[in-house]
T-cell receptor, first 114, second 115 residues
Framework: KAGVTQTPRYLIKTRGQQVTLSCSPI?????VSWYQQTPGQGLQFLFE???????NKGNFPGRFSGRQFSNSRSEMNVSTLELGDSALYLC?????????????FGSGTRLTVV | AQTVTQSQPEMSVQEAETVTLSCTYD???????LFWYKQPPSRQMILVIR??????QNATENRFSVNFQKAAKSFSLKISDSQLGDAAMYFC????????????FGTGTSLTVIP
């Protein structure tokens, strides 16, 4: 079956712009989480959506937002981009989002802010 | 917040040999789960092995096994008969239903396999 699909794979944006990243989970998975990966801060949790509702949110400014659609596809948006937003953004999906269930990760979107 | 520590930024192992990657964590929870993920250059995080905290028996998946020491809050990964395809970044991770189910990741260990 198809895995977690993230688009686009690479993205270059200018400081001050906004960007939208997309994540299509594994079919039937209802939970989608987003993580930011940088060399300096490592992997940090952004937010989790389950059945179109944000269930948990990490410690990121309000410029970072997300949503989930009825087909479980999720998008995250970053407004007013800063150089420090350059990172690999990973999406992960799970059937239920419970702690004991495995998550399947996508290959990420590499965002570069110039 | 929960913290996960991987004290070995880089490790190397000869092909066919055994290597152990270290991980410690800090939590006051009793219900939690520990994971090892592998991230090759393709960037996708791949689940290697999972351990439930309530289980005393160490998890094993083929050539991969863990040494889970709950009292010491230690969770090391042993890779036996190392193969070239094992070369990757390895991340230790923690999750608990009492802390939002999010992953807390360590900083990673870069594993090189020498032919």
């Amino acid at each position: 079956k198809a895995g977690v699909t993230q688009t686009p794979r690479y993205l270059i944006k200018t400081r001050g712009q906004q960007v939208t990243l997309s994540c299509s989970p594994i079919s039937g998975h209802r939970s989608v989480s987003w993580y930011q990966q940088t060399p300096g801060q490592g992997l940090q949790f952004l937010f989790e959506y389950f059945s179109e509702t944000q269930r948990n949110k990490g410690n990121f400014p309000g410029r970072f937002s997300g949503r989930q659609f009825s087909n479980s596809r999720s998008e995250m948006n970053v407004s007013t981009l800063e150089l420090g937003d350059s990172a690999l953004y990973l999406c992960a999906s799970s059937l239920t989002g419970k702690a004991n269930y495995g998550y399947t990760f996508g290959s990420g979107t590499r965002l570069t802010v110039v | 917040a929960q913290t996960v520590t991987q004290s070995q930024p880089e490790m190397s192992v000869q092909e066919a040999e055994t290597v152990t990657l270290s991980c410690t964590y800090d939590t006051s929870e009793s219900d939690y789960y520990l994971f090892w993920y592998k991230q090759p250059p393709s960037r996708q995080m791949i689940l290697v092995i999972r351990q439930e905290a309530y289980k005393q028996q160490n998890a094993t998946e083929n050539r991969f096994s863990v040494n889970f020491q709950k009292a010491a809050k230690s969770f090391s990964l042993k890779i036996s008969d190392s193969q070239l395809g094992d070369a990757a970044m390895y991340f230790c991770a923690y999750r608990s239903p009492n802390t939002g189910n999010q992953f807390y990741f360590g900083t990673g260990t870069s594993l090189t396999v020498i032919p």
